[in-house]
C-alpha cells in the first residue's frame, strides 16, 4: 500500500522544464506527506519539498522559485514540476512518504521511498 514509483526524468536542456511524478497508494495520500528528494553521487540526499494530506506544501529554501510540488488525489500521484532547469540540478529524484510535511524535510522523517528517477541536465 505504500510503494511508491517516480517517472518523468531524462535528459534536458539547461532552461528546459520537467514534471516529475510520483505514484502513490490511495491510502498514502489520504493520510500521509510525500516529499521529494533529490541525491547526486557523492553528495547526501536533500530535500526539496513536500505535501501534506491537506495539500498544504512545505519547500526548502534553497528550491524556491523554480520548484513547485503538486498532487492529483484522483491519480493519486504528487507531481514535482521544475522550471529553467540548470547542470547542478542533475540528480536522481526520489519521492518518500512521512507522518507529516515539515519544513526542514529531514530525511529521517521518511520511511518509504521510491527507487528514483534520474534527471540529467546538459546540452
Known amino acids: 500500500q505504500s510503494q511508491l514509483v517516480e517517472s518523468g526524468g531524462g535528459l534536458v536542456q539547461p532552461g528546459g522544464s520537467l514534471r516529475l511524478s510520483c505514484a502513490a497508494s490511495?491510502?498514502?495520500?489520504?493520510?500521509?506527506?510525500i516529499g521529494w528528494f533529490r541525491q547526486v553521487p557523492g553528495k547526501e540526499r536533500e530535500g526539496i519539498s513536500c505535501?501534506?494530506?491537506?495539500?498544504?506544501?512545505k519547500y526548502a529554501s534553497s528550491f524556491l522559485g523554480r520548484f513547485f510540488i503538486s498532487r492529483d488525489s484522483a491519480k493519486p500521484t504528487v507531481y514535482l514540476d521544475i522550471h529553467n532547469l540548470e547542470p547542478d540540478d542533475t540528480a536522481v529524484y526520489y519521492c518518500?512518504?512521512?507522518?507529516?510535511?515539515?519544513?526542514?524535510?529531514?530525511?529521517?522523517?521518511?520511511?518509504?521511498w521510491g527507487q528514483g528517477t534520474r534527471v540529467t541536465v546538459s546540452s
Open positions: 518518500a512518504v512521512a507522518d507529516r510535511c515539515e519544513s526542514d524535510l529531514r530525511t529521517s522523517l521518511y520511511g518509504v
Open positions: 505535501i501534506d494530506s491537506t495539500g498544504s506544501t
Open positions: 490511495p491510502f498514502a495520500m489520504a493520510y500521509f506527506a
